[in-house]
RNA sequence: GCCGAUGUAGCUCAGGGGUAGAGCGCUUCCUUGGUAAGGAAGAGGUCGUGGGUUCAAUUCCCAUCGUUGGCUCCA
């Protein structure tokens, strides 16, 4: 064997004898980068770090900081699992178990064995056992033939499924102490590595995603290399869930749900009214700035509108049932989406091409009938509403007004201090054409228009293919929630075929009638997604501009009740929101509350302030701000909400 | 819709085959106190709902509804 050069990330260059590994690599280095490598990275490849280097490479060696070396650890971790699983429960049959963001899974069919998290326990404790052995992964490569028939043995019908779409010589296998596993790898060096372990819930999941297969049981689990970070993972995880929005939403009295109104229908209590009004009124501002109309339309409309627009023949089966009247045998379907009335605003008269763009807003209330296990608090509901609107232009003028949409959804996400979102482009799945309407060609021109607006604003935007709305491609501004899940916000989408549909037209220049192009577009999305995505982000503590209770008035005893009356009839006057605590309680138990209901200020009222006519200020979460008058209060206070809101530009 | 979990006072939760408990909140009384919990007394629950087993069910079993972790779906 002869020697080779392996290139390390600073450039530095080494020669070693061929057929050394990248763990043998890292020894050379340091005793101490040899226990922590987990993978290595192979010109550009991710590979075990137990595995010969044959030719000149470029090395880098892959440790827990690293993200591949996470995924190859949480890899791993998977494979330990099972073979815990396999111990303690034989006969259990195993279909896929991947690294995911935080851990990993396998799915597992047990058979006729009914599995709770009551079992998790023991494959734990299983699982450290195991690890305790460190047992090497050891990679083999495999002829297909000998792979199935090694599933064949073994009876694993998922498997050999999943050899099905291999290539014969592609195919590698990996064993660590009893269990053996098709995969593609890579796995750190041993199972010692693997020092916490935390399984963290079970469910079902459909073989292939594919509802009309057998259900498996998922097993998500965590493992970390040192028990210190798992404990700082699951503190983490308790006080994300502090956070839930769920949770805040009923501590501050913002929402409520009941069973006789019905699943996934919310009730806006008072407070969380007041947090809906503010968010609306923000945006009909923002919007009469950027010349939308706001027009208003009722909640049902008849079937025809919907057989016209396709959502009928798409969801009329799996919608509320329609709504019919017994004398006239008509049918009405309350309404999924605002569109389509907006459409028959548009035909209400003829337009010229001097009129586009139309911009017609509205915050409509949608129903739609999601499956029940989907219902989520107020992410996921039956009824809400949208700050819909449609913007009807001339096809030359897409690009603009998307861009201008983009600017009004970026600068309502920056006034409420959302910076951590993705913008997803979401285009059709060109594997299944079936699911859309429209044209191939409208539906190439507007995914062109969406990934050259996005590119003109240097959005930084994923792909997704497969993602679209059923009649057009979309952009939407995706943000995660407490528990980490991804919800769709803010939504521009390209609809070429509702105007088709609906023979929307307008009259060009050359005094011929032509096909107007429709954008939809929600900044927010839903008032109830975006507010419970804003409870999360602000853990209850809202910019002044939107708190529920903006003030308490707080009197020392309850001789001054009378004085702080006065006080609180002068603040309403001007529009600000707040409360008068006159229980004969103590001053520091009327704080204690006022801080725990997370209200903004406390103005606090004794001797002193009432023959002054002053109010002492307390600001939550700091304290004392000294005394004012209620004049200056006032200014202090709008002042605030004046720069919260920001210079209101759009 | 599917798999798993769960449902006890307004809230958070304990309990368990012999018809229920804590803390907070609430009511009343005492206290009138200066920047994160003053004291005492009291009210409040057919233990989600419907069946079954049992002398006896809130507790065990079944069904159903809600909530919930996922999966599928998502106009």
Request: overall charge negative; aromatic content about 10%.
């Amino acid at each position: 064997m002869g020697q080779i050069q392996i290139t390390l990330p600073d450039g530095s260059q080494r020669a070693y004898e061929a057929g050394v590994t990248s763990l043998e690599v890292a020894q050379s280095i340091s005793e101490g980068l040899m226990r922590n490598v987990l993978a290595a990275k192979v010109d550009g490849e991710i590979w075990d770090a137990t595995r010969p280097l044959k030719a000149d490479c470029q090395l880098q060696l892959l440790t827990w900081n690293d993200a591949n070396g996470q995924m190859a650890f949480w890899h791993s971790s998977a494979h330990l699992m099972a073979e815990a699983i396999e111990a303690l429960y034989p006969g259990a049959k195993f279909a896929i178990g991947p690294p995911i963001e935080n851990g990993f899974y396998y799915d597992i069919d047990f058979g006729d064995r009914s599995f709770s998290s009551d079992d998790l326990p023991k494959i734990e404790k299983k699982m450290k056992e195991l690890a305790k052995q460190k047992n090497a992964y050891e990679r083999i490569e495999m002829p297909k033939s000998e792979a199935v028939a090694y599933f064949e043995e073994k009876g694993d019908p998922y498997k050999l499924e999943l050899l099905e779409d291999l290539a014969d010589g592609s195919i590698t296998f990996y064993k660590q102490g009893a269990f053996t596993d098709l995969c593609r790898g890579p796995h750190i060096p041993h199972t010692g590595f693997i020092k916490s372990v935390k399984l963290l819930n079970v469910a079902g999941a459909y073989w292939r995603g594919d509802e009309n297969r057998q259900q498996l049981t998922r097993i998500y689990g965590i493992t970390f290399p040192k028990e210190k970070e798992l404990k700082e993972y699951l503190e983490r995880l308790e006080e994300a869930k502090k956070r839930d929005h769920r949770k805040i939403g009923k501590e501050m009295e913002l929402f409520t749900f009941s069973e006789k109104v019905g699943k996934g229908l919310p009730l806006w209590l008072p407070k969380g009214a007041v947090l809906r009004e503010r968010l609306t009124e923000f945006m009909r501002k923002a919007q009469v700035r950027a010349n939308y109309e706001p027009v208003v339309s009722p909640h049902i409309g008849g079937k025809e509108l919907y057989v016209t627009s396709g959502h009928y023949a798409k969801y009329g089966e799996d919608s509320f049932q329609p709504i019919n009247t017994p004398e006239e045998g008509e049918e009405f379907l309350l309404k999924p989406m605002n569109c389509p009335h907006h459409c028959e605003m548009y035909k209400a008269k003829p337009h010229s091409y001097k009129e586009l763009p139309i911009r017609f807003a509205e915050f409509g209330t949608v129903y739609r009938y999601e499956q029940s296990g989907e219902l989520h608090g107020l992410t996921r509901v039956r009824g809400f509403t949208q700050d819909d609107a449609h913007i009807f232009c001339r096809p030359d003028q897409v690009k603009e007004e998307f861009i201008a949409v983009i600017d009004l959804v970026m600068y309502v996400f920056e006034t409420l201090g959302f910076h951590d979102y993705t913008a997803q482009i979401s285009l059709r799945d060109p594997k299944k054409p079936e699911k859309y309407i429209g044209t191939d060609e409208n539906w190439e021109r507007a995914e062109a228009a969406i990934q050259e607006a996005s590119a003109e604003k240097g959005l930084k935007t994923v792909v997704e293919y497969g993602e679209a709305a059923f009649y057009g491609p979309k952009l939407d501004f995706m943000v995660r929630d407490a528990i980490g899940r991804k919800w769709q916000l803010g939504t521009i989408q390209v609809d070429y075929s509702l105007p088709e549909r609906f023979e929307l037209e307008y009259v060009g220049s050359d005094n011929q009638k032509h096909r107007p192009v429709m954008i939809h577009r929600a900044p927010f999305g839903s008032l109830e997604r975006f507010i419970a995505i804003l409870i999360e982000n602000t853990a209850g503590k809202f910019p002044l501009w939107l708190a529920p209770e903006q003030f308490a008035i707080l009197p020392i005893s309850d001789k001054y009740n009378d004085y702080a009356k006065e006080i609180l009839s002068e603040l309403k006057v001007e529009d600000i929101r707040g409360y008068l605590d006159d229980r004969s309680e103590k001053i520091g138990k009327k704080i204690r509350d006022a801080e725990i209901a997370l209200v903004p200020y406390m103005l606090i009222i004794g001797e002193k302030e009432a023959e002054a006519g002053t109010i002492s200020i307390r600001k939550k979460g700091e304290g004392d701000l000294g005394t004012k008058t209620v004049e200056e209060f006032i200014a202090f206070f709008k002042a605030i909400v004046k720069e919260e809101l920001g210079t209101q530009k759009v």
